[in-house]
Structure formats: C-alpha cells, structure tokens
C-alpha cells in the first residue's frame, strides 16, 4: 500500500490507480490526505479527505460555472439558444440503450464501408455531427447522445450497436 505521493496516479504502463490502497479505478479524484494533495479513488476521498468543505463547494461552483460559460459560449457562437428553451435537457424520453463495448469502432467502420464521411451521415440521419462524433469515439454517454442516434445509426448501417 502506497504512503507517500510520487507526482504520479499510478506505477507506470499507463494505469491509473489510488495513491492510497493502490486500486484501478477510472474515476479518480484529487483529495487533501494529512496535508499532501493525492490522487485517490472515491472510497478512499470519502474516508480520508480533509479538504474544508468550503472548498469543495468552491470547487463544485467552479464547475457549474465553467459549464455555464461553455453553453453561452456556444450559443454566441451558433447564435442559436431556442434548443435549450424548446427541448431543454430532458433525456428520459430518448435513453441511451446499453451498448456494445466496441460501438464506436463498429459505427466507423460501417460508416466507411457505406462510402459516407461523418458529415454525410449526420445530413442523411438529421443528427448532429457531434453526437455522431461522440458515438464514432465511444463517448455517448458522457456527451448525452440520445436513443434516437442509436436507432438511427443501427437502422441505417445495418449494425448492432445496443447490447440486448
């Protein structure tokens, strides 16, 4: 079991593990451990971490603001915000299924042997060509694609994306 911080989150090859009880985790996090700001994973932040409150939240607001600052920023720049105001963010209607592990690899390479470049896809289904992106890199659930995408995708390149 690792003591001391070795300005690094892992041993090396790449993995990312807890500078405290040494597990594999992806969801690691910076923690205040007897003074020393460690990489750890969620068990051992929510036994051993002495950061003051105040700053968490501080933290927590930072991140709400940057996402904020992120949607106006794209919104000035589309000049477009009605698809807040119409849709909002409500994807219980439209839930990603569960999905294969390799779905990005599947839909590129189907993608590929129709012949079609990502934008063309994204015009021919009516989707946006950053969901089709965040699918093609195997992202979609943390880029909030819908259902819908997948269905689409699965329907029009004749693969199996979802994991039934």
Do not use: I
């Amino acid at each position: 079991m690792p003591k001391y911080s070795t300005g690094g989150a892992g041993s090396g090859g790449g993995g990312q593990t807890c500078e405290l009880c040494g597990s594999a985790s992806d969801s690691l996090q910076s923690a205040n451990v007897a003074g020393a700001e460690l990489t750890v994973c969620p068990d051992c932040a929510s036994s051993h971490d002495e950061t003051p409150d105040t700053e968490r939240e501080t933290d927590q607001e930072r991140k709400k603001q940057a996402a904020q600052n992120t949607a106006r920023a794209l919104d000035k720049a589309t000049g477009d915000s009605s698809h807040w105001e119409e849709n909002g963010t409500d994807y219980e209607r439209d839930q990603l299924p569960y999905l294969v592990s390799d779905y990005g690899e599947r839909v590129v390479r189907a993608r590929q042997d129709a012949g079609l470049q990502r934008e063309e896809l994204a015009t021919e289904l009516d989707v946006d060509e950053s969901d089709l992106l965040a699918v093609e890199q195997g992202r979609a659930t943390q880029a909030s694609v819908g259902g819908s995408v997948v269905a689409a995708l699965e329907d029009f390149l004749d693969v199996q994306l979802s994991d039934e």
